[in-house]
């Protein structure tokens, strides 16, 4: 236990460290766009952030190899996982940062992603079996063809679900850190009765993945000073998506005391901790798609725009997002643990519902409520995107006439004086 928390710290002190230099090297090369109409900051701010998150991964990764117990089972562990996760780690970081800094089309940035998601497979991490209950035919084993493909599918989807939630200072960060210690905590409770290298690999990386993010999240949340960019995102999807495949191939006949649905919870788990970027993920493909777009098309449609707009600030917004994942993923954790009957598992819907309810509460507010009375954001800088920039000229152009007569300038006020005939003055007359 102290060998994670040890690795943790040691991440997130190398990415809370790297930040500042970071952020200067991202202004010096122009990394710093100006605002886009969906954007919901409203001053220009570096991005790159997930180069420290990078710097933060690669020691921690090189530390725990180093550690007595951590560092003989990386070493021993199939798939030598430190060495795929620096090289895959820096594929898929160098694909964002060109992404974050020049711009790149959606289709080569998808060939970095699965190259990165193959050298994961080439180094053997990879979903190796599908656990699967008796009735549905148990559990069903792979051919390297099909788990190549199924496990690069499953990164894949991944990193693209965490970019596309990555859209509010501190969301995508504290959202995988969450997802990250329900990933770490499940696989120490499956190590106290499961023993194997995969299981003590996924606490290690998820370890380093919780550290990283806790390291950036003091320069990110909101007003925020650096975003992790597609560089980050991209990366701790990645990263992510690693545990969950190392932590999922377990076989049922190992946990059938642990739940009554034990053969589901290497299913369940890393559902839970990707709901909300997966929920994002699809409603977003489904949303451009359904309007004649391309699915990477961006628009201001996400989860966090429909509560900004609904009328939460920008704190509000993130925190409720964070409570989410965190009911979901550490619910289904917790039910897994204490073996509860299968009748809870919809409670803990109706938890979820429940705080969707509570996400429409401004709404509810009306007229009277706090949002309606012209406040402005309690916690930062406004938040919204900011108005077009017109020029000048057509400024004018656009503005309506004016009511009445014309403004009369000091050449007309003379050539009216001319006009008028001089009356002489009468002697005798005052």
């Known amino acids: 236990m102290r060998e994670y928390l040890f690795m943790a710290l040691i991440a997130a002190a190398v990415t809370y460290l790297l930040v500042p230099l970071v952020r200067r090297f991202a202004i010096r090369i122009g990394a710093m766009p100006e605002v886009r109409e969906r954007d919901v900051h409203t001053t220009p701010t570096p991005r790159l952030g997930g180069l420290a998150m990078y710097g933060g991964l690669v020691v921690g990764l090189l530390v725990a190899s180093e550690l007595t117990n951590t560092g003989k089972v990386l070493s021993e562990a199939e798939g030598k996982p430190v060495m795929a996760l620096i090289i895959s780690g820096g594929l898929i970081t160098l694909t964002g940062f060109l992404d974050d800094w020049w711009g790149m089309d959606a289709f080569i940035k998808l060939a970095g992603q699965i190259a990165a998601a193959g050298v994961l497979v080439w180094f053997g991490l990879r979903l190796t079996y599908i656990p699967l209950p008796k009735d549905w035919g148990g559990s069903t084993s792979l051919d390297y063809t099909l788990s190549t493909v199924i496990t690069i599918m499953v990164v894949v989807v991944a990193i693209n679900a965490v970019n596309f939630v990555d859209g509010l200072d501190g969301l995508a960060a504290g959202i995988v850190c969450i997802a990250g210690m329900a990933t770490w905590a499940y696989s120490i409770f499956l190590k106290q009765s499961i023993s194997g290298d995969r299981i003590a690999t996924t606490a290690a990386i998820a370890a380093i993945l919780i550290g990283c993010c806790l390291g950036f999240l003091p320069h990110n949340f909101h007003p925020a000073k650096i975003f992790m960019g597609d560089t980050g995102a991209m990366l701790i999807g990645l990263v992510l998506a690693s545990s969950i495949v190392t932590v999922t191939p377990v076989d049922p006949s190992v946990i059938e005391g642990m739940n009554r649905v034990p053969v589901l919870l290497p299913l369940l788990v890393p559902a839970a901790v990707l709901v909300l970027p997966l929920i994002d993920l699809v409603t977003a493909v489904v949303r451009r798609t359904s309007h004649g777009m391309s699915p990477f098309a961006p628009d201001r449609g996400h989860l966090h725009h429909r509560l900004l707009d609904i009328g939460h600030s920008h704190r509000r917004t993130v925190l409720i997002m964070y ?40 709404r509810w507010r009306g007229r009277g409520g706090l949002h309606s009375r012209g406040r402005s954001d309690d916690d930062g800088p406004p938040t919204g995107p900011m108005p077009p920039i017109v020029p000048e000229a057509e400024v004018r152009r656009q503005a309506p006439p004016p009511i009445g007569p014309p403004p009369i300038g000091p050449s007309q006020e003379r050539a009216s004086a001319a006009a008028k005939p001089v009356i002489p003055a009468v002697p005798g007359r005052s």
């Open 323 to 362: 409570a989410w994942t965190f009911l979901f993923a550490f619910g289904i954790v917790a039910l897994s643990t204490i073996g509860v009957p299968v009748l809870l598992f919809p409670v803990v819907i109706l938890l979820a519902l429940g705080v969707l309810v509570l996400m429409a509460a401004p």
